[in-house]
Nanobody
Framework: QLQVVESGGGLVQAGGSLRLSCVASGSSTTMNIMGWYRQALGKERELVADISTGGDIRSADSAKGRFTISRENAKNTVYLQMNSLKSEDTAVYYC???????????WGQGTQVTVSS
């Protein structure tokens, strides 16, 4: 069974940076699509960014220009570098790993990111 584990969340001041990491372990199969979603209190979960093994990236408008997603295919690891953080970025950030777009995939437990203004 694939396990997805996030790390790197925390408390940061507005304008600061954080780097999230996620490892999908327990399978020798490379997960084609890995990415990050977030859910703020009282809101629905939304895509932040995802990346395929080929480097295709989808990202939310709110992330463009501030967040950078990258991955190491051989390690089934994905990163999210978040710069110029705003209070509205405060949320639980979840990592997802899947083989195809549209699949439910495997989810991590989430890591809290809190941006203080």
């Amino acid at each position: 069974q694939l396990q997805v584990v996030e790390s790197g969340g925390g408390l940061v001041q507005a304008g600061g940076s954080l780097r999230l990491s996620c490892v999908a372990s327990g399978s020798s199969t490379t997960m084609n699509i890995m990415g990050w979603y977030r859910q703020a209190l009282g809101k629905e979960r939304e895509l932040v960014a995802d990346i395929s093994t080929g480097g295709d990236i989808r990202s939310a408008d709110s992330a463009k220009g501030r967040f950078t997603i990258s991955r190491e295919n051989a390690k089934n690891t994905v990163y999210l570098q978040m710069n110029s953080l705003k209070s509205e970025d405060t949320a639980v950030y979840y990592c997802n790993a899947r083989q195809l777009y549209g699949q439910y995939g495997f989810w991590g437990q989430g890591t809290q990111v809190t941006v203080s203004s």
